[in-house]
């Protein structure tokens, strides 16, 4: 099987030699039976780049999108330098900032083309992304990954491998820089 771009720029081709023609049987059909996509969000480059690669699939697929933020967990109250911060405020506010992002990537980035909905969850990223595609029984999950390799790596690790380990579906892995089979 080969992916190549297609003719318009939110298109995918799959290319299929002898070998492949189980998959165009009604069983193979129901092996490429994607209706929900699930695509964590950081507002990055990066993860905008595999909101497209998403959309892409969903639109050949008829798919239903789920764009996912999660807000990091804050303690509940913690002094600063001069004064108490009430950080359930803080995250209230994280919260509403990110909605109010994820209205906008599906106005402009989306708009009518597939159904998509929003949701936001508090927690650990790669924990809370898991948990979403196991309850929205997501068929695929598309995230981004910045590549970080060393220091970096071990410090802050990687929410995409975790994913990748412990998701109930498959995950596609989008990563900063690499071959584009998407154009445009």
Same mark, same amino acid.
């Given at each position: 099987?080969?992916?190549?771009?297609?003719?318009?720029?939110?298109?995918?081709?799959?290319?299929?030699?002898?070998?492949?023609?189980? %998959? &165009?049987?009604? +069983? $193979?059909?129901?092996?490429?039976?994607?209706?929900?996509?699930?695509? /964590?969000? #950081? @507002?990055?480059?990066?993860?905008?780049?595999?909101?497209?690669?998403?959309?892409?699939?969903?639109?050949?697929?008829?798919?239903?999108?789920? %764009? &996912?933020?999660? +807000? $990091?967990?804050?303690?509940?109250?913690?002094?600063?330098?001069?004064? /108490?911060? #009430? @950080?359930?405020?803080?995250?209230?506010?994280?919260?509403?900032?990110?909605?109010?992002?994820?209205?906008?990537?599906?106005?402009?980035?989306?708009?009518?083309?597939?159904?998509?909905?929003?949701?936001?969850?508090?927690?650990?990223?790669?924990?809370?992304?898991?948990?979403?595609?196991?309850?929205?029984?997501?068929?695929?999950?598309?995230?981004?990954?910045?590549?970080?390799?060393?220091?970096?790596?071990?410090?802050?690790?990687?929410?995409?491998?975790?994913?990748?380990?412990?998701?109930?579906?498959?995950?596609?892995?989008?990563?900063?820089?690499?071959?584009?089979?998407?154009?445009?």
């Amino acid at each position: 099987m080969k992916v190549k771009p297609g003719k318009r720029t939110d298109e995918v081709v799959l290319e299929l030699g002898r070998r492949d023609e189980p %998959l &165009l049987t009604a +069983a $193979g059909a129901a092996a490429f039976a994607i209706k929900r996509i699930l695509v /964590p969000l #950081d @507002f990055s480059e990066c993860s905008k780049k595999a909101l497209r690669y998403a959309l892409a699939l969903a639109r050949q697929h008829s798919a239903a999108l789920v %764009l &996912l933020y999660v +807000a $990091g967990t804050t303690p509940a109250y913690g002094p600063l330098d001069y004064a /108490p911060v #009430d @950080f359930g405020n803080v995250q209230q506010e994280m919260e509403a900032g990110a909605a109010k992002q994820l209205a906008k990537m599906i106005e402009d980035e989306i708009g009518d083309a597939v159904p998509a909905e929003a949701i936001i969850r508090a927690g650990m990223a790669s924990t809370e992304i898991v948990e979403a595609a196991r309850e929205l029984t997501a068929d695929l999950i598309v995230i981004s990954t910045h590549g970080r390799s060393g220091l970096k790596h071990v410090l802050l690790g990687s929410v995409a491998e975790q994913v990748v380990r412990h998701a109930p579906c498959p995950v596609l892995v989008v990563r900063e820089r690499e071959h584009e089979f998407l154009r445009g």
